[in-house]
T-cell receptor
């Protein structure tokens, strides 16, 4: 089983739609969680951290379910500019001072007119 | 603030050549990492550093060396380039291990 798994998509949605992505992780002791956005041929950019209580940033909502070991990202009122690949990122259990983020392969979103 | 700066942006090497990918950050971040990104495989950690003078291996360290003599700089050295090292390389930094990382714009490396 991969450490972090995502549906590669693509998810094709019309502008204004609501879309949700899930991501599962294998290590139950993972410490922190993030969603990154990556545009074609660009670097990943931090979209938001994911907290146990869930968190929202404008049209974006992230949830963490530790019992089922998955995180989710909900995008409301999709815009054309939301078209990108969304990367699920997990920080595994801390060993000493190590910092080894594990990236999913990404879910591609295409928003259309 | 420039953030994380990587040079060069593009590079073509012949098999067996060596080179250094440069990475510098101006955010006073202690944590820095090098990743490679290949189609269908996601980003994989090559080496990382938790402060000046401290480095460690990631998931795919073979064929690469790093050093961290200052907080700002974290160069990645390819010892003897191989076609399997054709990839996009990203440098990233963070204030701490629990935080999100800021990425540089990447180096596209082709080894022929």
């Amino acid at each position: 089983r991969k450490e972090v798994e995502q549906d590669p998509g693509p998810f094709n949605v019309p502008e204004g739609a609501t879309v949700a992505f899930n991501c599962t992780y294998s290590n139950s002791a993972s410490q922190s969680f993030f969603w990154y956005r990556q545009d074609c041929r660009k670097e990943p950019k931090l979209l938001m951290s994911v907290y146990s209580s869930g968190n929202e940033d404008g049209r974006f909502t992230a949830q963490l379910n530790r019992a089922s070991q998955y995180i989710s990202l909900l995008i409301r009122d999709s815009k054309l500019s939301d078209s990108a690949t969304y990367l699920c990122v997990v920080n595994p259990p801390y060993i000493g001072t190590a910092s080894k983020l594990t990236f999913g392969t990404g879910t591609r979103l295409q928003v259309t007119l | 603030n420039a953030g994380v700066t990587q040079t060069p942006k593009f590079q073509v090497l012949k098999t067996g050549q060596s080179m250094t990918l440069q990475c510098a950050q101006d955010m006073n971040h202690e944590y820095m990492s090098w990743y490679r990104q290949d189609p269908g495989m996601g980003l994989r950690l090559i080496h990382y550093s938790v402060g000046a003078g401290i480095t460690d291996q990631g998931e795919v360290p073979n064929g690469y060396n790093v050093s961290r003599s200052t907080t700002e700089d974290f160069p990645l050295r390819l010892l003897s380039a191989a076609p399997s090292q054709t990839s996009v390389y990203f440098c990233a930094s963070s204030y701490g291990r629990g935080g999100g990382y800021t990425f540089g714009s990447g180096t596209r490396l082709t080894v022929v």
